[in-house]
C-alpha cells in the first residue's frame, strides 16, 4: 500500500473549491443551483489584453521565459507600483508567478523555517494557512470581528509578536470580508513592525482596483518598513484574468531573488503568452475598470439591503472586493425537518440543499460565526439567489 506524504494528509482542501465543486454536481442532476462560492468575476478580459495575446502568439512567444518574467513586464509593473501606489520597484525586486497564490507560497518558502511562527489576521484567505503549514510554519491567528470591520489593531498585533515570529500575512482589500485598511491604520500596524525587523510582511492587494469610494493604500509606501514588506497583486480579478494565471511581487533584492530560486526549482517563468498580455494591462490607466467597480458596487448595495431584510443576518458594509460577509450565528441551534444548523458549515450545506446556493462556510476564513457570499454575478441571478436564501433561513426555527 502506497502511504502519502504526512505533509498532504496535514493539508486541508480549499473550501472554496470543494463547495463549487459540490454545485457543479447539483448541476448534473440537473438542479437549479446558483453558485455564489468562487471569487471569479463574470466579466470578459477586456478586448485590448486578448488582442495583446494574440498579437504575442503571431510573433511566436511560445518560447520559455525568464524564471522572473519577461524584463518587460517586470518594467511594466514596476511603473504600475509608482503610477498607482507611489511605491519604487527595480526591475530586480519584481518576480512574476503563476498567479498570487504562487507568489505567496513563494515568499513563505522563502522566509520560513521549520518553527517560525506566521501571525495571520482573522478573516483570513483560506490557502494562507495552507501555505504557512507546508511551509513548516506554525500560524498564529489574531482575531477581528465584525464589530471592528474585520480589521486588527496595531495592539492586537504587538500582543501577537513573539521571538520565533517571522512572517505576517493579511490582505486589503480583503478576501473573504471586503474590509479595507486606511492608510491611518496601516501607519499604526508599521509603527509596530518597525520594532521587529526580522518579520517580514506579505500585503496582498489582489483586489486593488475593486474599491468603493476610498484610496487604495499599500503599507510598503512607508519608508521606514519598506524593505519588510511584499506586496502581493496580480491580473485575475480587476482586470478578469483568472484563467490565465499570473501575479506578482514587489520586495526587496534579497527576497525576490529568493522567490525566483524557489520558482526556478518548482514552475519556471509563467506562461510567455500570458504574461505579454499582462503588459498591456499593466499599462492600462485603471479608469477603464470603472464600468466594472460600479457594477460591482451596486450588486454590493442589493445584497446588503437583502441581507439586512433578514432577521438575525448582522452585516458590515464592505469597502472592497466584492464579498459580503455577514454574522449568521444567531441561526446556530435552531432546525427544519430534522436538520440542526450547529456552525456555518450547517448552514451553508443547508442553504445549498434547501435554496440550492452555494456559499462558502466562515469557518474555511477563520471566523465560524459567518459565511461568505460572493456578488461576482448578475444582478438578477443575486436577486433570486437572495430570495432563496431568505425563504429557507426564515424556515429555520
Known sequence: MIELSERLQAMEESATIAMSQKSRELKAEGKDVISLSLGEPDFNT?????????????????????????????????????RDNDLHYATNQIVVSTGAKQS?????MSVVNAGDEVIIPAPFWVSYIEIVKVSEGVPVIVNAGIDTDFKITAEQLEEAITEKTKLMIFSTPCNPTGSV?????????ADVLV???????ICDEIYEHINFGTRHESLAQFDDVYNQVVTVNGVSKAWAMTGWRLGYIGANKEIAA??????????SGTCSITQRAAIAAMDADPVVLKDMIAAFGSRRTLVLDKLNEIEGVKTNVPGGAFYVFPDVSYFYGKSFNGTTIENGSDLAMFLLNEA???LVTGEAFGDPNCIRISYA?????LTEAMKRIKEALEKLS
Open 104 to 108: 505567496i507560497a513563494n515568499v513563505s
Open 258 to 267: 529568493a522567490c525566483s530560486k524557489i520558482q526556478g526549482q518548482f514552475t
Open 195 to 201: 520594532k521587529h525587523p526580522q518579520i517580514v510582511v
Open 46 to 82: 477586456p478586448d485590448f489584453i486578448k488582442a495583446a495575446a494574440n498579437s504575442a502568439i503571431k510573433d511566436n512567444y511560445t518560447n520559455y521565459t525568464p524564471v522572473p518574467g519577461y524584463e518587460d513586464l517586470r518594467k511594466a509593473i514596476a511603473n504600475k507600483f509608482k
Open 356 to 358: 440550492l446556493v452555494a
Open 377 to 381: 454575478a448578475s444582478e438578477k441571478v
Open 181 to 189: 485598511y486606511s492608510k491611518e491604520e496601516l501607519r499604526a500596524l
